[in-house]
């Protein structure tokens, strides 16, 4: 099963926050207070901090999985399979690969990314990684406010 491969890759936490930091680096990071572009990694809270002016943010802010508390390895997983995978699949199948309990939240991932993607062009998986604007951030609240009315009337 092709889903396997993603599973391999994607084994452990840290492989998968070693992983991100290392795109957040590589597509840039600016410091938010002083402006400056180098930062250094802490493993202890995961966190970028400013070399200049040690201002600290953290892993996931600024990305698709910003306020999510699911795995990163989650995250990796289900970007990698949605940006390579020709082939659709559904987010039951994900569910159970994944070994969560919930479906709800595994949905939400999924429509997440969707909306990250949706320009359909080789950015895809750079606009996950990356900061998104404020554009983005208002629609992906939007989402996260659907589900939640849908689910109590
Ligand atoms: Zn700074």
New binding site residues.
Partial sequence: MELRKYFEKYNDEETCIEELKNKRLENGLI??????DS?SFRRVDLKFQ??????RISLRSGTVMENSNLPIKYWMICIELMTLSKRKFSILQLQYLLGHKRYEPIWLMVQKIRLVMHERDEKYTLRAYSEFDSEFLREIEKLTFSKKRNKLS
């Fill in positions: 410091c938010k207070k002083c402006g400056h930062h400013c070399k200049k002016c040690k201002n």
